[in-house]
């Protein structure tokens, strides 16, 4: 079955940032039609990729732009501790071959319209390994995250462990004058991806073929929407989308999960 169109009725719900209640400062925005989805990622289990003529490569073709400086010096961390075994492009990536020292440059890191992000070797993701390759199929930052007993959030790039959860942040002016920050979280869809979203030869958060999973969205990404928000956040969204499903409207279900 075809994605889903991009539009359609959502619902949403909106609360004062636990952490800061009082202060006034931060207010989160939540789609809770998106949250409570059956949306899971399907790498190697259906996934047809974003570009046609790379079908195994998921959404890894592009690379991953670093959202910060902290952010690029975290995966660097990690970097330094994958070994040849794990990491197919090793020596692309690490062609002096020696972990504890500090190349003169990243060489898996490539410039693109002034942005900093991770190198793309041969029409993928330098840190991606191809099928076959007996140190794990995929993002080697995901399997170095298993092989350590942490969540991948630790070990991939902010980006690469978002998708397709969008966080948005806004400031907005209220009419008598006091301002607050309006943090949204919702789906990354195709127009999150920017103009060229439209021509991504498939796309998973709306369609019907990647809704099957047996517990929503925001249970299933915890750990990404506790990193996005905060535990205190998180337990009060989880109390909204609990009560939501109970109330059996029709904004309370995605239309791709509706049709799978």
Request: hydrophobic share 35%; charged share 25%.
């Amino acid at each position: 079955m075809p994605e889903v169109d991009l539009v359609f009725p959502r619902a949403w719900v909106e609360f004062e940032d636990p952490a800061d209640r009082g202060d006034g400062g931060q207010v989160f925005r939540c789609d809770i039609t998106w949250l409570t989805s059956s949306w899971t990622c399907i790498f190697g289990g259906g996934c047809a990729g974003i570009s046609a003529d790379r079908p195994d490569y998921g959404c890894c073709t592009l690379g991953a732009h670093f959202a910060d400086d902290e952010d690029e010096e975290r995966v660097a961390g990690w970097v330094d501790k994958l070994e040849p075994e794990h990491w197919q492009m090793h020596e692309v990536g690490r062609p002096d071959g020696k972990r504890g020292v500090k190349p003169k440059r990243r060489q898996w890191v490539e410039i693109e319209d002034g942005e900093r992000k991770t190198l793309v070797h041969e029409g993928v993701c330098v840190f991606f390994n191809r099928p076959g390759f007996p140190g794990g199929e995929g993002c080697a930052f995901h399997h170095q995250a298993e092989r350590e007993g942490v969540h991948f959030v630790e070990t991939k790039p902010d980006v690469c462990w978002q998708l397709p959860i969008r966080r948005l942040f806004r400031e907005v002016e209220i009419t008598d004058g006091t301002t607050y920050t309006e943090v949204t979280i919702t789906e990354y869809d195709r127009r999150g991806w920017g103009p060229g979203g439209h021509d991504l030869d498939w796309y998973c958060s709306g369609n019907t073929e990647a809704h099957v999973a047996p517990e929503p969205v925001y249970l299933s990404n915890a750990a990404e929407l506790i990193a996005l928000m905060g535990q205190p956040a998180y337990d009060e969204l989880v109390a909204h989308c609990e009560a939501h499903l109970r109330s059996r409207s029709l904004l309370a279900i995605h239309p791709a999960s509706r049709h799978s």
